[in-house]
C-alpha cells in the first residue's frame, strides 16, 4: 500500500477553509462520488443554501459535535497538495526578505491564503506531521540535497528529499516563524512557534544547529491538549499507580521519576502536578523549557544567558511561600542539596534523573555528595520508564517464540508472542503509538535503613522488587498480552538482567 506522502490529492472544487470553519460546515472524505457535508452543533443550516450554491451539486448532510467537527476540519484541509510537488516549485531566486513579509497574519496555518511554494511547503509539512502524530520533524541538509526525517513512535523514517537548493529558503522560513535571526548562521539557535491547526492548539519547540552543508533544523510538536493529562491515562500498571498517588498525598519529601531522553518523564511529572492542581496549593516549577503551559501553576524556565540556573531558579522560587516545587531535572550537587533542603523544611518536590533504572537514582544522587541519612529521610518514591511501541491490534500476528528469543526474555520455547504486520489501521506499520513500561520503588523504613547503611543497588532490589515488577518483567508481560514486540521488550530487559 502506498505511503500516506505518495498518494494523490484529488483536485476538487471545495469549501474554503476560513469560511468551514466559520460558519461550521466541512466536506467529508467522499470515495464513490458522492458528497456529505458536516453541519457543526450550533451551526446555522442556511448556511448550506451558500453551500449547495458553492459546490454546484446536491449533497447528503450529517449533524457532528464540536470534537467530531475540528477532527473533520484538521482531516480536510491539513494538507492541499503533495509536499514533494511543492518543493519542486520553489526558485532558486527567491528572496528571504520576501519570505519574511509574506507571513500570514493568521496563526493558523490552514487560513493562510499565501500561495508562496515555499510557506506552502511549510505548512503541509507541519501538518501532515500533526496527522500522522509524529513528535519530531528532523530538516537536514547534505550536498546532494535536503532530507526530511519525522520520528513516529520513536523511529525516524524519511519522508521526503530535495534539491540541495531549497535549504537556505525552507530555513530561513522554519526561522522567520520562530522568530530568529536569519542572517545568523553559524551558532545554534532555540525558537517557539505557536501554531494552530484545525482547532487545536501546538506548540513547536525549533532548534538549529550550524553544519557543513547548511544548518539542520528540528521541529518538536507539543500538543497543549497533552498537558491536561491525567494520572488515569499514563497506562500505569496498578501497583506503580498506588506508588505515585501515595507518595503524591505525601506533605514533603522528593519524588523522582528516571529514564532516558523521550521517555515520558515530563509528561509523568505534569500528570502529578494536574493531581496536585486542585487550588488549595501553591505549585510553581522551574524547567528547561517550559513545555506545557498549566492553568494554576507557575512555571519559569532556566535561562543560563542571564544566570538562571535550576539551583538559582529554585532558590529564588522557595521564597514564593510553594506548597509543591517541581524541578525540570537534578543535574549537579547544587540542584540536589537545595532540592533536599527543600523536602525537608515542608516542601513537596518532584523532579526527574538522568539513570537507567529506578534504583539507578539513588546511586546518581549519592554521587552528588548528597548525605545518605539526608536522602534516606527525604526520598518518597522512584518511577522508573520506558517506551515502547505498542502493536496495532487490528493487524498483529501471533507466533511462536524461538530458542533464542524465549532465552532472552525468559520464556519457555514456542511461547506465542505477536509481529507487527501492517494494515490501513496504522498505516502500514504494524503498530500504534507508544506505551509506558513502568517500574516503581516506595521508599519504606527497610529501604530507608539500606539507604542510609550505603547499601548497593542490588542489595536494594532484592526488597524493592520481591512482590513488584521491575522494567524487565514489566515489559516482558506486555510480550505475553500482545501490547508489543519481543524485541522492544529485550531493549529494555537487557539492562535488567543483574537485578534480583
Given at each position: 500500500m502506498a505511503t500516506r506522502q505518495s498518494l494523490p490529492i484529488t483536485a476538487i472544487i471545495d469549501i474554503p477553509y476560513g469560511f468551514a470553519r466559520e460558519r461550521g460546515v466541512v466536506m467529508l472524505p467522499h470515495e464513490d462520488g458522492s458528497l456529505t457535508v458536516a453541519l457543526r452543533d450550533g451551526a446555522d443550516p442556511e448556511v448550506l443554501i451558500e453551500v449547495r450554491r458553492h459546490l454546484a451539486q446536491s449533497f447528503d448532510i450529517v449533524f457532528v459535535d464540536g470534537p467530531a467537527f475540528d477532527l473533520h476540519l484538521q482531516e480536510r484541509y491539513s494538507i492541499d497538495q503533495s509536499a514533494a510537488g511543492l518543493a519542486g516549485e520553489i526558485g532558486t531566486g527567491e528572496e528571504l526578505d520576501a519570505l519574511a513579509s509574506g507571513i500570514p497574519s493568521a496563526e493558523d496555518l490552514l487560513d493562510s491564503a499565501d500561495d508562496a511554494p515555499a510557506i506552502r511547503l511549510i505548512n503541509g509539512i507541519i501538518a501532515e506531521a500533526v496527522r500522522q502524530g509524529v513528535s519530531d520533524i528532523h530538516i537536514e541538509p547534505y550536498e546532494s540535497g535536503l532530507i526530511v526525517r519525522m520520528r513516529i513512535d520513536g523511529v525516524l523514517k524519511e519522508s521526503l528529499r530535495m534539491p540541495a537548493r531549497v535549504a537556505p529558503v525552507v530555513v530561513s522560513r522554519i526561522k522567520v516563524m520562530a522568530r530568529l535571526d536569519i542572517a545568523e548562521r553559524r551558532i545554534p539557535q532555540d525558537g517557539r512557534i505557536g501554531l494552530s491547526l484545525g482547532g487545536k492548539s501546538l506548540d513547536v519547540r525549533v532548534s538549529t544547529l550550524p553544519s557543513r552543508a547548511g544548518e539542520r533544523v528540528v521541529l518538536r510538536i507539543l500538543d497543549k491538549d497533552q498537558a491536561g493529562l491525567s494520572l488515569d491515562l499514563l497506562g500505569l500498571s496498578g501497583a506503580v499507580e498506588q506508588v505515585l498517588r501515595e507518595a503524591l498525598a505525601e506533605p514533603n519529601g522528593i519524588i523522582l521519576v528516571t529514564g532516558p531522553t523521550g521517555s515520558g518523564k515530563t509528561t509523568t511529572l505534569y500528570a502529578g502536578l494536574q493531581q496536585l492542581n486542585d487550588g488549595s496549593r501553591n505549585i510553581l516549577t522551574v524547567e528547561d523549557p517550559v513545555e506545557y503551559a498549566i492553568e494554576g501553576v507557575g512555571q519559569t524556565q532556566v535561562n543560563s544567558k542571564v544566570g538562571l540556573s535550576f539551583a538559582a531558579g529554585l532558590r529564588a522560587i522557595l521564597r514564593q511561600d510553594p506548597d509543591v516545587v517541581m524541578i525540570g531535572e537534578i543535574r549537579d550537587r547544587e540542584t540536589a542539596d537545595i532540592a533536599v533542603q527543600a523536602s525537608l523544611t515542608g516542601h513537596l518536590v518532584l523532579s526527574t534523573v538522568h539513570t537507567n533504572d529506578a534504583l539507578g537514582a539513588i546511586t546518581r544522587m549519592r554521587d552528588m555528595k548528597v548525605e545518605p541519612f539526608l536522602l534516606a529521610s527525604s526520598l518518597r518514591a522512584v518511577i522508573a520508564q520506558r517506551l515502547v511501541r505498542h502493536l496495532c491490534e487490528h493487524c498483529r500476528k501471533p507466533v511462536q517464540s524461538d530458542k533464542s528469543v524465549a532465552a532472552l526474555l525468559g520464556f519457555d520455547t514456542g511461547t506465542i508472542v505477536?509481529?507487527?504486520?501492517?494494515?490501513?489501521?496504522?498505516?502500514?506499520?504494524?503498530?500504534?503509538?507508544?506505551?509506558?513500561?513502568?517500574?516503581?520503588?516506595?521508599?519504606?523504613?527497610?529501604?530507608?535503613?539500606?539507604?542510609?547503611?550505603?547499601?548497593?543497588?542490588?542489595?536494594?532490589?532484592?526488597?524493592?522488587?520481591?512482590?513488584?515488577?521491575?522494567?524487565?518483567?514489566?515489559?516482558?508481560a506486555l510480550v505475553k498480552s500482545g501490547q508489543t514486540t519481543a524485541e522492544e521488550a529485550i531493549r529494555i530487559s537487557r539492562s535488567e538482567d543483574n537485578d534480583g
Open positions: 505477536y509481529e507487527p504486520a501492517g494494515c490501513a489501521k496504522c498505516n502500514n506499520t504494524g503498530f500504534t503509538g507508544r506505551i509506558g513500561v513502568f517500574e516503581a520503588v516506595r521508599i519504606d523504613a527497610t529501604i530507608r535503613r539500606l539507604i542510609n547503611d550505603g547499601g548497593d543497588e542490588a542489595v536494594i532490589a532484592r526488597h524493592a522488587f520481591v512482590n513488584a515488577p521491575n522494567l524487565g518483567s514489566a515489559a516482558r
